[in-house]
């Protein structure tokens, strides 16, 4: 495997988040909650509520659930506030990584990253240390199955995407600016292929490479944060070989 963005197509084939359903959940609506209170509860005004609201029901979350989490975010319902948090560190290997939580506890939702950073090879680092190797994009997963590479590069580009990667066996991965996101989406849906993820990233720039026990290591590290109900999105620079994928 190659590419920009090894961890979301990692999580994407192993399908973690989709096997724990109740903590996925979780996740989802404290983002619904927060992108309501920061923006607004319609969604067409919102694209952070928007993209949200597709996460939800892509987990086939409750119209009910979805609704009352908006609710709470406005002000309709009574409600937790949670703290949007980023902190940046580094795993194994000195592999750069930024952590995004959402927190009713910052102090707590601190100690314990501090701990998994380091429990697993790395170490918690300062506001700033690794943020400027990561760029902020749209990041789209098609799978090879919606259509021939030259047909889903056409639409994607026609789109407006900035990238197109085709490395990936499984799947084709296009990045766009952030604020482009939707728009692409939506007209690649448009001529009838299917988007898996789409999603707001922190795509890095730079990466390196991982091998044997500080590869393994490295994913556990990710899967560490992505077990923790605080973290709601996870990015780091690693890249690693595809045979290394099911460790654990």
């Known amino acids: ?17 989709d096997a724990k359903r109740g903590q996925l959940f979780t996740k989802i609506i404290r983002e619904l909650t927060t992108a309501a209170r920061e923006g607004g509860g319609d969604a067409d005004g919102n694209p952070r509520l928007r993209a949200a609201i597709q996460s939800a029901k892509a987990a086939n979350m409750p119209g009910d659930t979805m609704s009352k989490a908006i609710q709470r975010g406005t002000g309709e319902l009574p409600g937790v506030s949670y703290e949007e948090v980023t902190y940046e560190g580094y795993g194994p290997g000195g592999v750069a990584v930024m952590v ?12 314990e990253l501090r701990h998994l950073f380091g429990k697993h090879g790395g170490n918690l680092g300062e506001s700033g240390c690794v943020a400027f190797l990561f760029k902020k994009q749209g990041y789209l997963i098609v799978p090879r199955s919606a259509g021939d590479e030259d047909k889903v590069m056409e639409a994607a580009l026609d789109a407006g995407a900035e990238d197109f990667l085709s490395d990936d066996p ?30 707001v990233e922190m795509v890095p720039t730079v990466q390196v490479r991982l091998e044997d026990k500080r590869a393994e290591q490295m994913v556990r590290l990710m899967e560490a944060f992505e077990d923790h109900d605080d973290v709601q999105n996870v990015w780091a620079n690693f890249d690693i070989d595809e045979k290394l994928l099911e460790v654990g």
């Open 1 to 17: 495997m190659s590419g920009h963005n090894k961890w979301s197509t990692i999580k994407h084939k192993k399908g973690k988040l």
């Open 100 to 111: 995004q939580a959402l927190t009713d506890n910052r102090n707590r939702t601190t100690a």
């Open 170 to 199: 499984d799947l084709f991965e296009v990045y766009t600016a952030a604020e482009d996101l939707h728009r692409v989406k939506t007209a690649l849906e448009a001529r009838g292929l299917a988007v898996e993820q789409a999603k």
